[in-house]
């Protein structure tokens, strides 16, 4: 894989949705909410239904809490992330991985 900060895209979320749509490897996610344990829930997939559940990271109230030097979690089918209430938003940052 080529040097992370060469390949690193950034994606900004307000509300539930897909922040990215083909294989990728995630290194930072940064959640800014408003009510401590307000969180988010990160699937593998193009939706909460079909995807499989990776992770659900929370931060305490109001601040930005930064998941970063994440070492990489590969994320097959794309990344979709639901936005519970109280949180003001969250930011990936991602590597896409080539395609065949």
């Known amino acids: 894989m080529e040097n992370q900060l060469e390949c690193r895209a950034w994606e900004r979320l307000t509300a539930s949705g897909q922040v990215y749509m083909h294989p990728c490897v995630l290194f930072d996610l940064l959640l800014t909410v408003n009510v401590a344990g307000a969180s988010v829930q990160v699937y593998d997939g193009q939706d909460a239904t079909a995807g499989t559940l990776v ?46």
């Open 55 to 100: 992770a659900t990271f929370k931060a305490a109230a109001n601040r930005t809490t930064v998941f970063n030097g994440i070492q990489g979690i590969p994320f097959y089918k794309g990344i979709y992330v639901t936005v519970n209430d109280d949180v003001d938003e969250v930011c990936f940052g991602y590597c896409p991985l080539a395609s065949d």
